[in-house]
């Protein structure tokens, strides 16, 4: 299994940024794809960005597409998301997930994202960090 924790949420005004981390371990050769969802009081969860294990190449839902960037360390052991401009429609507990299916392996990048962003996909969870932007 890979065990993710994730940290870096926290309370901020509208307009102002995070970034938020994702510590990866465990079987970390055995994931294809790292993401990052969120999920708001009752509502779905919901995926916005992915990140390819092997080389890096990241996708972003149109949604976050200007606001957001996903990136990682060298050593590939913790993933980032930082998030600009944030507004009260953000708040929600954020997750960082990775997915062992075989389906990301032979998928190519650019059919990605509609598997990608769909919880389905990922078999491995941290417990989530939560964001709360006041207005």
């Known amino acids: 299994q890979v065990q993710l924790v994730e940290s870096g949420g926290g309370l901020v005004q509208s307009g102002e940024s995070l970034r938020l981390s994702c510590d990866v371990s465990g079987f970390t050769l055995e994931y294809h794809v790292i993401a990052w969802f969120r999920q708001a009081p009752g509502g779905e969860r919901e995926g916005n960005t992915c990140?390819?294990?092997?080389?890096?190449?990241?996708y972003y839902a149109d949604s976050v597409k200007v606001r957001s960037t996903m990136s990682r360390d060298n050593g590939k052991t913790t993933v980032y998301l930082q998030m600009n401009n944030l507004e009260p429609e953000d708040t929600a507990l954020y997750y960082c997930?990775?997915?062992?299916?075989?389906?990301?392996?032979?998928?190519?990048?650019?059919?990605?994202?509609?598997?990608?962003?769909?919880?389905?996909?990922?078999?491995?969870w941290g417990q989530g960090t939560q964001v709360t932007v006041s207005a």
């Open positions: 997930a990775a997915a062992t299916t075989h389906l990301f392996a032979v998928l190519s990048w650019d059919q990605v994202g509609p598997y990608c962003t769909s919880r389905y996909y990922f078999d491995n």
């Open positions: 990140m390819h294990r092997n080389d890096g190449s990241t």
